[in-house]
């Protein structure tokens, strides 16, 4: 049986606890506990929120049977809709990001300074496999995290090393009544082909237990990998001001190009939007080349003009605004 102090340890000194749930076996599995770890003496108190995307005529019945459950359980619980026009193209990123956002805004409401959500392993290596097909760089492979922030909540994922059969067996076995969401199986959505490739890669040996595995070693490269950026921009940024950064050309070219790389993008983005890593990835190519031939290099990306100047700096500043010809 799973144990909500081991799961919840980490939470102790939280101002108030908000957790999502959807109806799903993971979510039911994660309120059961909270619900139980709160009872514990000194325990923060401990909430439930529902997301209705209104997509399906079943979501609101569904919301309703979460209320239910969490009343039964003694955990306070909120329906939060999805009001305003619903998106026609990425359905599910849109439905994502206006889920975070209506549950960080009843945290902030309620007082909760903790968002719990049910991802589990088997979402950890869906994840991680969707980004290695979409070739993401190693701090994607790394997966979800386990906490991040989010608009000063703190968002914590605490199912992170359990397998979603055993949050189904705890949901049966404490006689929770879950629900199947149809859109995990819709095949317009990619993550859907994901999943019927699951059996055959746990076949080959790569199963959950190698993308957990995986997600810890790009994890442990991506912080090397930060703390060696951070070093490079030490000592080769020469000035940063509101609207400019000025690089040492010879030490940014010198510098392996995963640092170098880095240390392009986040001034790019310091100075204007951040860019996608296809796009910086052919730019910084072509840019560490002219420095190394010391010819004249010009470009902009994300808003902001990349130039090398008398082949010895690499200046970084806000893009001008463009000209728009207005024909009379």
């Given at each position: 049986?799973?144990?909500a102090d081991d799961i919840l340890s980490s939470l102790g000194a939280a101002r108030g606890v908000l957790v999502a749930v959807s109806g799903g076996p993971d979510s039911l599995a994660l309120l059961a506990l909270a619900a139980d770890w709160s009872k514990g003496a000194g325990r923060?108190?401990?909430?439930?929120a529902t997301f209705d995307h209104g997509f399906?005529?079943?979501s609101h019945d569904e919301a309703k049977t979460c209320a239910r459950i969490a009343q039964d359980l003694d955990?306070?619980?909120a329906i939060l809709d999805w009001t305003g026009a619903k998106p026609i193209a990425r359905i599910q990123e849109e439905a994502r990001d206006a889920r975070y956002d209506a549950l960080v805004a009843h945290a902030r409401d309620i007082g909760a300074d903790v968002l719990l959500t049910a991802h589990h392993a088997d979402d950890q290596?869906?994840?991680?496999l969707f980004r290695l097909m979409r070739g993401s760089s190693i701090g994607g492979l790394a997966g979800?995290?386990?906490?991040r922030d989010i608009g000063g909540v703190a968002h914590v994922r605490p199912l992170l090393h359990l397998r979603k059969a055993d949050l189904v067996a705890f949901c049966e076995a404490r006689g929770?009544?879950?629900v199947t969401d149809p859109s995990n199986a819709d095949p317009r959505f990619a993550r859907t082909g994901l999943r019927r490739l699951t059996p055959l890669l746990e076949e080959a040996g790569m199963g959950v237990e190698a993308f957990a595995r995986l997600a810890v070693r790009a994890a442990r490269a991506e912080e090397a990998l930060a703390v060696g950026a951070a070093v490079l921009a030490t000592r080769a940024v020469r000035a940063r001001e509101a609207s400019r950064t000025r690089i040492d050309a010879a030490l940014f070219s010198q510098a392996p190009a995963e640092l170098g790389m880095r240390l392009l993008m986040a001034e790019?983005?310091?100075?204007g939007r951040a860019p996608r890593l296809e796009q910086a990835e052919p730019l910084y190519e072509v840019l560490r080349a002219a420095i190394v031939a010391r010819e004249p290099f010009r470009a902009t990306l994300g808003g902001a003009l990349i130039e090398l100047k008398r082949g010895s700096e690499v200046v970084i500043s806000t893009e001008a605004p463009r000209k728009t010809l207005i024909i009379p």
């Open positions: 049986m799973l144990s923060p108190p401990v909430t439930a399906r005529e079943a955990v306070p619980h290596a869906e994840t991680i979800m995290k386990p906490r929770l009544p879950f790019i983005a310091r100075v």
